[in-house]
């Protein structure tokens, strides 16, 4: 029996929900931002993208590109707030069979609601309806039988757009693509490949094995994917642990130290928050994780407390003492050790 896997993916998030607190933004030019030197764009609303407007482009840039742009500071309790609102609004309407990827997207395995093609993409339409209706938000939903295929559906029709991306549809759908849009294919990667003639999706897979293989060393992953033969099983949320934790993914990956530490706060008030008055721990941890294969864990040992301004102090600690100014995908802060 085939798997039938929604990836959700919200639409330009943070402005949106920024929109839906600051009504006076709508329908004007504005992107969410830190306001330091060194900002890059974190979302732009999709006036502000027909001005050329892009995440990841340095704010200063988006600036010189619209005169008028508007700079709204994150929010991040706000974003989690509407995160956890969606989440569990598809858990007690439609299914628990969801695995969280980032603050923006989510993986749903609907294989027990739908029995063909035809009911999967009415049911993505009626999940997306909903959310627009009661949480007032756009979603777009990419649909196919791997969660690979459903990520690269997901951006075929935005906003609020719905995609199939199924075995037989990979050749018209996507093969014509530039093959820096391919998933989990890093902008580097993308540039090599390029420089050596391979510029679409279809040059993958329909390209000299030899050499592609002697230039991409995941090259068997992408063309297994390629042919609906990748992951199909959702990673859902373990029971809780003898620790607490919070981590967030970066819209765009990130070496911006203001926009780092808001998320170390955030992360560090909503962990005490979760806590018992009489929990104490012993041990904090921060993750850094830079891209999918590179990441890197360290703690520190204190004397048992619960207050949010020491957990604080030590995450922000342990994140100055072992940055190395490189861009950060997600950040995540722990704690552990409990008496």
Not at 29 to 55: E, M, W
Not at 210 to 217: C, D, F, I, Q, Y
């Amino acid at each position: 029996m085939n798997k039938y896997i929604f990836l959700l993916d919200m639409d330009a998030y943070f402005a949106s929900v920024e929109e839906i607190s600051k009504p006076y933004l709508v329908n004007k030019p504005f992107i969410v931002s830190q306001l330091t030197k060194r900002a890059i764009v974190s979302t732009a609303n999709y006036v502000a993208r027909k001005y050329g407007i892009k995440s990841a482009m340095p704010t200063y840039k988006a600036k010189q590109l619209c005169e008028e742009l508007i700079i709204v500071n994150p929010n991040y309790c706000l974003y989690e707030y509407y995160h956890d609102d969606i989440i569990n609004f598809i858990k007690a309407k439609y299914t628990n069979n969801i695995e969280v990827v980032s603050i923006d997207e989510c993986y749903i395995d609907v294989t027990d609601l739908v029995h063909s093609k035809t009911e999967a993409y009415n049911l993505a339409k009626k999940i997306q309806n909903d959310i627009k209706t009661n949480i007032k938000l756009s979603c777009s939903i990419g649909i196919s039988t791997t969660k690979f295929l459903a990520k690269m559906a997901s951006k075929l029709q935005k906003p609020f757009g719905i995609s199939t991306l199924y075995k037989n549809e990979v050749k018209d759908k996507i093969f014509s693509l530039p093959v820096g849009e391919l998933f989990l294919l890093g902008k580097s990667t993308a540039a090599m490949l390029k420089n050596n003639n391979i510029l679409y999706i279809k040059d993958i897979v329909e390209g000299d094995k030899k050499k592609l293989k002697s230039l991409l060393s995941n090259y068997n992953y992408f063309i297994d994917n390629l042919n609906a033969k990748g992951e199909n099983a959702l990673t859902y949320e373990e029971s809780p642990a003898k620790s607490i934790s919070n981590a967030y993914t970066f819209l765009n990956d990130t070496n911006d130290i203001d926009e780092i530490k808001s998320v170390i706060k955030y992360e560090c008030r909503k962990i005490v928050s979760r806590m018992n008055e009489t929990e104490k721990f012993k041990t904090i941890s921060i993750r850094i994780k830079m891209d999918k294969e590179r990441s890197y864990t360290r703690s520190i040992t204190i004397t048992p407390t619960n207050s949010f301004d020491e957990l604080f102090a030590n995450a922000l600690f342990l994140f100055q003492n072992n940055f190395e100014n490189k861009l950060i995908r997600l950040i995540g802060v722990a704690v552990s050790n409990f008496c």
